[in-house]
């Protein structure tokens, strides 16, 4: 019996570890645009929601943001144009899982396509989480090669 | 085994080739709008009716915005892999060939080179895609704000296969040209995402073109309803269009016994030799069925345009 509570035990926190390390990789954010930006460049605003005030670092807010930019787009108004996804459809992150995995992970190469500016966090106590707000500058048009060139994005040419 | 090794070498290499497609050609123009309101136009009087057709020219060369704007967008499509063709440049060229072609003699006779009149109208820029831009400047008191539209025009189907457009945010200090700047880079991904869309469906469902078949009036009683072994020969190309058209796609749009109207005809992107398929093309595949066997009608084909032709059936 002692053997059997154990065993459960073992299999419970086992599971409970795999779960708190996934949350570690799923992105909670919302995206928006931030205002406009240089030729090759767009600015926006990433809204994370986190557990823990420690947990909203800029890393996060780097990954959140190129994301967006990759997957979600953003809406246009208050002078800002709305923005397609770079990849065309979320599907697209599940079909080239074996890329955008490792490129969206912790210290993941996106963090190296963007820049938070300098003071824009913001951060709020909702309920028992907070919410950080964060004003990243991605490099759009550097991204957008980069994907092209790893061929999971398509090039505006390619079919001719 | 180095039989098997060329033998598989003669199989790929030429599929290889035939599927190097060849790039659409793209051209950005100044909008009809934006040439009239800036007074970049000229008028000819047509059959009694004045005729108003914008002078790019002259546009080209006087408004420095208009470069700008379409240095601009050929830098960002160019980016894409996507280099365009040259307004002022194809401009200058084609002044550049009419001039040599009026000048130009043989050798051996010295004569001149066979022009018509509809030789010199049809010698204009041609590209797949047009890219129109216009834009406007609103003032709100020392406010400024930028209103663009860019759309991109099917020269075979005449459809607006993409575009994008919007009013800026209103600045005191931004200057014209930059606001213009702003505003071309913020709509650019917009515009080549729509783009994107009509290329992918371009390769799955072929070029959009119409065809238009005229029969001659010149007392051999050849008409759409004269019949070949128990069909008439409207019902006979009707045919030939549903197994020649890319998933048996066009519409018949109208038909009298004298004429045949097809639209939204979708053609393959390559004949089956690889060389790139066009209206004319389309057409002349057509043209060949009807002068053999047991047909044997002689049929003039006269190009309209990259997505239009019509065959003139009955005599050449």
Known sequence: MKHLICTLFAFLLSFFAIQAKDDGNVLNYEINCGGSAVQGYSLVKVKVTVKKAKDATDDLAKRCAVHGVVFRGYAGGQGCVSQPPLAGSAMSEQQYSDFYKPFFEKGGACAGYCTVVDGSMLITKVDKQYVASFVVNVARDRLRKDLESAGVIRKLSSGF | MRKYLFLLIAIVAPLTLMAQAKLPKLMVVPSDVWCSEHGYVQTYEVMGESEVIPDYKRALQENRDLLSVISKI????AERGFPLQDLSQTVKSIQRITQENSV??????GSSLAESPVDRLRRIARADIILEVDWGINENGPKRSVTYNLRGLDAYSNKQVAGA??????????????LIEEAVQNHMENFSTQLRQHFDDMLTNGREVTIELQAVDNGMNLTFETEYNGKELGEIIDEWMHDNTVEHRYTKNDATENYLLFDQVRIPLYKTNGQAMDADGFARQLRNMLREAPY??????????LGRCLLIVGEK
């Open chain 2, 104 to 109: 130009m003699t043989t050798s051996t006779s």
């Open chain 2, 74 to 77: 050929n830098i960002l499509m």
């Open chain 2, 296 to 305: 044997n009608i002689t049929c003039k084909v006269v190009n309209r345009g």
């Open chain 2, 165 to 178: 457009e919007g009013t800026g945010a209103p600045s005191f200090s931004a200057e014209v040209p930059v």
